[in-house]
């Protein structure tokens, strides 16, 4: 149509509408996708706060039970007293004013895929047209194990001024008894770093008190020369390293870990269970890793390979990656980003990055790193470690120790800020 | 109703257009218009100022002739609508007019080409193209600039107006700033709005219905909120294909009943949807908050970030050995940068990456180091040729030069647009 026709064609029209009521909502298009995202720690906080950030048309809708998110990165600074919760705990107020995310405080008791609804504990359902689900963990049972009485305190929060309380109480020349989970699990340096950190704060509060440390795994299985340099020089005498000790049962009421190797009785009980994905992955049909405890996905997009448009970011997918809090919000960022493509009718990008960073303090002023950058390889399917890029520091100083809250503010800004 | 038909789109008689460079202000707004428009004024050298919107609708006018080489021009646009503008200088002359589209940028830089307003806005002197040699770029020569002119807008304008940022335009179906209107899909060197044919399939275009735009106004009809631009939302609209047959009579009158019969039962679902969802809207308060798209930038940003740039300052001042330094530091998160919308592309998504310890565009806190205008291309390629076992330089090592470029490029523009924050 040329100038003469379509431009008076469209002149004539502007008649017409100034006659009509002009809308008062945008069509469609620029309306906004609906996305939910389940779960407000880092990889759920960050997938809402990118998606909102990059665009902000979209109507991104965050389903969080609690109104505050509790850290587990610095949590075992609160075990020994350097830190306190409230410290590590944040909030969604930036989300919801800043980024115009819409938050909602409630449990999820369903998801429907074919339907593209989840169904809230108050029997709302809301509709997607894409879902990002973050639960974290959840862990299979260890019979006899109360978390009451012995924590795990691998989720932040209550469980952690449950186990602090217990450490704070117990007597000098007491035994401090932890169980590892055989990986993939939570964190893979954290455990390692709990011990150190337990031991130093024994060594000046407890004197005389011993860390047994139950290993399912053949060995320590990150930072291996750290961490046996600090349990057997630096805490020489306090910390005993078991490994391959696989966890049968609990004594909650006598706090014995009752194992392959032997029961070992404690004055305090860490046990930190098996890990799987958060429970509400597989309640949606949604573990199909072939381990199902974890949900199979694209590492292009994060979409469950399951159920369509349902994507599962951070600690509950099983792309191989692991399971933290600065790693999941890099595969929040990827996520975001095909999840906005994808709406467009896009496809996801083809050669999507992320990285893994974690700092462990070891004692109350030294601290180790271990880092790695993850490529996609489109020949597996699967993300992995770029060669070069892998590595830990070597051995603990005090400046990656400050060098620590400079990673874990920025973090905390990134993902809630 | 929203039914797709095929239909011929009858045009209205041709009428030429008023000659520009010295025409008149003549705005094609009627006065009808004037309970729910706003003026937008400024000057522009001799021009046609067009604003397309997004429901079909079209406004335009001529800047008016004078001694100067400013020409003053007031355009009546429709408020609680999104449009976009575009200038033309020479418009009457095919073979030199050249158009520029219009992106608003507004104080804090947030940009784009879709806006609206409910008060009057004022434009500063837009110089714009005179000729093909005065362009920025032409790769394509349909006469349209590649990108759009960014015109940055004063206090009291960024005020009013509002930036309407989406990922999905339908006015702009590739996003690149360009109408869909102004596009020249037959790489013909005509532009559509022009072009007889747009897609060169020999069919012109008032016969052709290939390209699921009914009434051929650059918005495809799933998007389009009036298929008929007969200025009647297609909600409200009983003939939305403007044929004289009112839509549920045309559902049974067609020859195509099962096409129809598809048609009816999806857009009764559609129907059934949206009243649950606007039920259970009603029960979360917090829903309601994001429909529309509007960035308005507020000035407590200007006092928030230099409340951070002191903080950061003070910070400095610190003793660094005092381990107390990093409580304080983490109790005060500084603000929020605000949401400005970009494009998917690769050096974004790569760049995000560096967020969890560095500041950029989305992290406001500085972390490592502040990346917000950094050239990182020669810190990365020399950590990568170091090798030292730190941590920066294994992330260096997981990035060739291309992507180190592209993270490089973005941060660059980030500088670009958004100056140091």
């Known amino acids: 149509m040329n100038i003469s026709s379509r431009r008076n064609f469209l002149k004539s029209l502007g008649g017409a509408t100034a006659l009509a009521s002009f809308p008062t909502i945008l069509n469609a298009a620029t309306k906004g996708s609906r996305v939910i995202v389940i779960g407000g720690g880092f990889a759920g906080a960050t997938a809402a706060k990118y998606l909102k950030h990059w665009s902000p048309d979209l109507n991104v809708t965050l389903i969080e039970p609690n109104a505050q998110y509790h850290s587990p990165i610095l949590s075992n600074l609160v075990i020994n007293g350097q830190k306190s919760l409230n410290d590590i705990t944040f909030n969604y107020n930036a989300l919801k004013n800043k980024y115009g995310v819409n938050i909602v405080t409630e449990w999820v008791q369903g998801i429907d895929g074919a339907g593209k609804t989840v169904e809230l504990s108050s029997n709302v359902k809301l509709e997607y047209d894409r879902l990002i689900i973050a639960p974290g963990i959840s862990f299979l049972p260890v019979p006899g194990l109360d978390f009451n009485k012995v924590p795990h305190a691998w989720q932040s929060g209550d469980q952690l001024l449950l186990l602090k309380k217990q450490l704070d109480a117990m007597p000098a020349g007491g035994t401090f008894v932890m169980t590892i989970p055989p990986a993939p699990y939570r964190c893979p340096p954290g455990p390692y770093e709990r011990a150190a950190l337990v031991a130093d704060y024994l060594k000046t509060n407890k004197p005389g008190s011993k860390v047994i440390i139950l290993d399912a795994n053949p060995k320590i299985i990150v930072e291996e020369e750290t961490f046996s340099h600090e349990f057997n020089v630096t805490y020489a005498g306090i910390v005993e390293y078991y490994k391959n000790i696989k966890l049968e049962a609990v004594d909650s009421d006598k706090r014995i870990a009752i194992t392959n190797a032997g029961d070992f009785k404690a004055d305090v009980l860490n046990v930190i269970p098996v890990h799987s994905a958060g429970k509400i992955i597989t309640t949606s049909d949604l573990a199909n890793h072939p381990s199902g405890r974890w949900a199979n996905v694209s590492p292009l997009s994060y979409e469950s390979t399951k159920t369509p448009f349902i994507h599962v970011i951070g600690d509950s997918q099983g792309t191989g990656q692991p399971k933290a809090g600065h790693i999941a919000n890099a595969e929040a960022k990827v996520c975001a980003d095909a999840v906005i493509r994808l709406l467009a009718g896009d496809q996801p990008y083809a050669a999507p990055m992320t990285n893994s960073a974690c700092y462990s303090p070891l004692s109350t002023n030294t601290a180790s790193w271990l880092t790695g950058v993850f490529g996609y390889d489109a020949s597996t399917d699967s993300m992995k470690v770029v060669p070069g890029s892998g590595g830990a520091s070597n051995g603990v100083s005090k400046e990656n120790y400050k060098d620590m809250f400079t990673w874990a503010n920025s973090l905390f800004a990134d993902t809630f800020a | ?421």
């Open chain 2, 1 to 421: 109703m929203k039914i797709k038909h095929t239909i011929p789109i009858m045009v209205s008689a041709a009428v030429l257009l008023v000659a520009c460079g010295g025409g008149g202000n003549n705005t094609t707004s009627t006065p009808d218009l004037s309970k729910s428009s706003f003026n937008l004024t400024g000057t522009v050298p001799g021009t046609l100022i067009e604003a397309f919107c997004e429901d079909g609708s079209y406004h335009s006018t001529h800047s008016e002739e004078n001694e100067s080489n400013e020409h003053p021009f007031t355009l009546k646009i429709p408020t609680n609508l999104s449009c976009r503008l575009v200038m033309t200088t020479n418009e009457d002359d095919p073979d030199n007019k050249i158009i520029t589209p219009i992106k608003f940028v507004n104080e804090s830089g947030a940009s784009s080409i879709a806006f609206s307003s409910e008060k009057d806005l004022h434009l500063d002197f837009i110089d714009l193209a005179m000729n093909s040699a005065e362009m920025h770029s032409d790769e394509n020569q349909d006469k349209v600039e590649d990108t759009p002119r960014e015109v940055a807008l004063s206090s009291n304008a960024s005020s009013a107006i509002k930036i309407i940022i989406q990922a999905n335009d339908p006015l702009d179906s590739d996003n690149d700033g360009t109408i869909n209107l102004l596009e020249d899909d037959d790489g013909d060197h005509i532009i559509n709005l022009d072009d007889d044919d747009d897609d060169n399939d020999g069919i012109l275009d008032i016969d052709d219905n290939d390209d699921d735009d009914s009434d051929h106004d650059g918005i495809k009809d799933d998007d389009d909120i009036d298929d008929d631009n007969d200025g009647i939302n297609d909600e409200s609209d009983s003939d939305d294909d403007n044929d004289g047959i009112e839509d549920e009579d045309e559902i049974s009158d067609s020859i195509e009943i099962d096409e129809v019969d598809e048609v009816d039962e999806v857009d009764e679902v559609d129907e059934v949807d949206e009243i649950d969802e606007v039920d259970e809207v009603d029960e979360i308060d917090e829903i309601d908050e994001v429909d529309e798209v509007e960035v308005e930038i507020e000035v407590e940003i200007e006092e928030e970030k230099e409340k951070e740039e002191k903080d950061e300052d003070e910070e400095k001042e610190k003793d660094e050995d005092d381990e107390d330094e990093e409580k304080d530091e983490g109790d005060s998160i500084p603000p929020v940068t605000p949401p400005v919308a970009s494009l998917p592309s690769a050096g974004r998504l790569l760049a995000s990456q560096c967020a969890q310890c560095h500041r950029t565009d989305a992290n406001p806190n500085k972390g490592f180091e502040d990346l917000i205008g950094e050239e990182i291309y020669g810190d990365l390629v020399e950590m990568k040729r170091e090798n030292k076992l730190e941590l920066m330089h294994l992330h260096a090592n997981g990035y060739n030069e291309e992507q180190i470029r592209l993270m490089d490029d973005y941060f660059n523009n980030l500088s670009e647009t958004k100056g140091d924050e």
